[in-house]
């Protein structure tokens, strides 16, 4: 099963460095350097090459785009990973792995979204 993680956007300076908006809450993890990631278009993947943090925003360069019409090119493509179909998706509060658990986490839950009044 696809996963999107992730959508670039416009380029960033000349050395083929692009933005990225991230879709998935483990960035430095789906985009460390080496990982493939999935996309629909002229390309069927990309290689991380390098990633960092600049000012609140990814900047993430791929193997083989070397220049800003390369960066160019990619704009707009969705980044996907590919994942076990039995894989279970993390909960924002961690996993239930327990009945408790799973009462505890409704109870926090039900606070945020419908406070007492």
Not at 51 to 59: D, I, K, P, T, V
Not at 70 to 94: C, Q
Request: hydrophobic letters at 40%; charged letters at 30%.
């Amino acid at each position: 099963m696809r996963v999107v993680i992730g959508r670039i956007g416009r380029p960033h300076g000349i050395r083929g460095e692009v933005t990225v908006e991230t879709r998935t809450d483990e960035p430095d993890e789906r985009f460390a350097p080496g990982a493939v990631l999935l996309v629909d278009g002229p390309v069927q993947q990309l290689v991380v090459d390098r990633m960092h943090w600049h000012s609140g925003r990814l900047l993430v360069t791929f193997e083989g785009v070397v220049d800003r019409n390369d960066a160019e090119a990619l704009r707009g493509l969705i980044l996907e990973v590919e994942r076990p179909d039995d894989a279970t998706p993390e909960l924002i509060f961690g996993s239930l792995s327990s009945k408790t658990s799973a009462i505890r986490w409704r109870k926090c839950y039900l606070r945020i979204m419908c406070p007492l009044t």
